[in-house]
Nanobody
Framework: QVQLQESGGGSVESGGSLRLSCVAS????????VAWFRQRPGQEREAIAA???????TIENSVKGRFSISRDNGQNTLFLQMNNLRPGDTAVYYC?????????????????WGQGTQVTVSS
């Protein structure tokens, strides 16, 4: 069992930066594939970035070059650094964790989810 808690969301102006954190409770955090998803108003949840247990990262094209993902297994924490934010990045951001994830972009692959943190970017 893993519990996830996001933090770091807020309101920023276009071009600004935010760093999201997701702290996991429970054991064996390092064994999990962990990821960030977001859900924009009226849209389905979409993958942003993932990092596997071996450290391999995947960044979706929509945020490539602006967002980066990292994990600190010693602190059981997942990070999302978001730079050059745009109004289109406004969404609720969720972290997720899963074992044996075949498709890092598929929400169904993840067994555990945080409650989400709101990011609002104004123009």
């Amino acid at each position: 069992q893993v519990q996830l808690q996001e933090s770091g969301g807020g309101s920023v102006e276009s071009g600004g930066s935010l760093r999201l954190s997701c702290v996991a409770s429970g054991n064996r955090f390092s064994n999990y594939c962990v990821a960030w998803f977001r859900q924009r108003p009226g849209q389905e949840r979409e993958a942003i970035a993932a990092v596997n247990s071996d450290g391999t990262t995947t960044i979706e094209n929509s945020v490539k070059g602006r967002f980066s993902i990292s994990r600190d297994n010693g602190q059981n924490t997942l990070f999302l650094q978001m730079n050059n934010l745009r109004p289109g990045d406004t969404a609720v951001y969720y972290c997720a964790a899963g074992l044996y994830v075949a498709d890092t972009a598929a929400p169904i692959e993840y067994q555990y989810w945080g409650q989400g943190t709101q990011v609002t970017v104004s123009s």
